[in-house]
């Protein structure tokens, strides 16, 4: 008698709970899923027929997590040096990364912090054909060719050369746990020999939940070199973790599953963010 009271109660509470979380996910609207009034910034609507519920409040935070962030440089007051990014090098042979990212993709990263760290940047795209010979002769090493190319124009007051080269892209862990009810709920229906005994089995059986987590490592290194001896005037060297991760939880066929992470393009932003905070912060 005592098991069958049981049995009930853990009925009555699953199916609660399982009504509740479907109550949870029905789209509702909200205040925060409608757009600031008179912010100053542009607003935007969310079309979503999800927006505002659990779910998207938990896909939205997630991605806030990851979106970007102006970072606040240390000497952003003063005044940077001209200079120009070239194009650095993709040392990683990890596949994923080789084929989603060119240097041309670091570089524009580089120049888009660099401007907002009060860097005088001389786009790339303002050189033209000059950029093949200004990138060709600061990898080489040529002084008589740098020092050629640097007396057209506006190059004549550059006073640096930056370039950003990825070494190290490559998952170093990861990790899976999960949870399997068939077994139990088996052992608890055979062994209860009464229907409420068999329908605990079932609810426990029916529950199935999986977690899984990866962890990068993503290493750049930023190289500054003297725009009219090519010699090296510093460089250095950051390394980001990056996790993804998925979760699934299923009971009595009511389901819920979550991926995400930070993006091998916001990892490649975020160090070239780190970076910039450091040629800022000691080479002004």
Request: proline residues 3%; aromatic residues 6%; glycine residues 10%.
């Amino acid at each position: 008698m005592r098991t069958q009271r049981f049995a009930i109660s853990f009925i009555a509470v699953t199916l609660s709970l399982l009504m509740a979380g479907c109550m949870e996910t029905a789209p509702k609207a909200t205040a925060e899923s409608q757009p600031a009034a008179t912010s100053g910034a542009p607003a935007f609507g969310n079309p979503s027929p999800t927006a505002g519920s659990s779910t998207s409040a938990k896909a939205n935070a997630a991605a806030d997590a990851a979106a970007y962030k102006e970072v606040e440089y240390k000497n952003i007051k003063k005044k940077g040096p001209a200079l120009i990014v070239i194009p650095g090098d993709i040392k990683s042979a990890h596949a994923t990364f080789t084929q989603k990212f060119s240097p041309n993709n670091i570089a524009d990263f580089g120049e888009l912090e660099l401007s907002q760290a009060n860097f005088t940047v001389l786009e790339r795209a303002n050189l033209g054909r000059l950029l093949n010979e200004i990138t060709l002769a600061y990898n080489l090493g040529n002084v008589a060719a740098a020092r050629k190319t640097m007396q057209v124009g506006k190059l004549k007051t550059t006073k640096w050369i930056v370039k950003f080269d990825i070494l190290k892209a490559e998952q170093i862990a990861s990790n899976t746990k999960g949870f399997d009810g068939r077994a139990i709920g088996g052992l608890i229906s055979n062994l209860s020999g009464s229907r409420a005994g068999s329908a605990t089995g079932q609810v426990v059986g029916s529950v199935q939940t999986g977690e899984a987590s990866g962890v990068w490592l993503v290493g750049m290194r930023y190289k500054i070199m003297n725009a009219n001896t090519t010699e090296q005037v510093a460089q250095g060297y950051k390394e980001l973790k990056m996790e993804v991760g998925a979760t699934s939880t299923s009971v009595m066929g009511v389901s819920e599953s979550a991926k995400g992470g930070v993006g091998l393009d916001t990892m490649v932003q975020r160090l070239v963010q780190t970076a910039v905070w450091d040629i800022d912060a000691k080479y002004k």
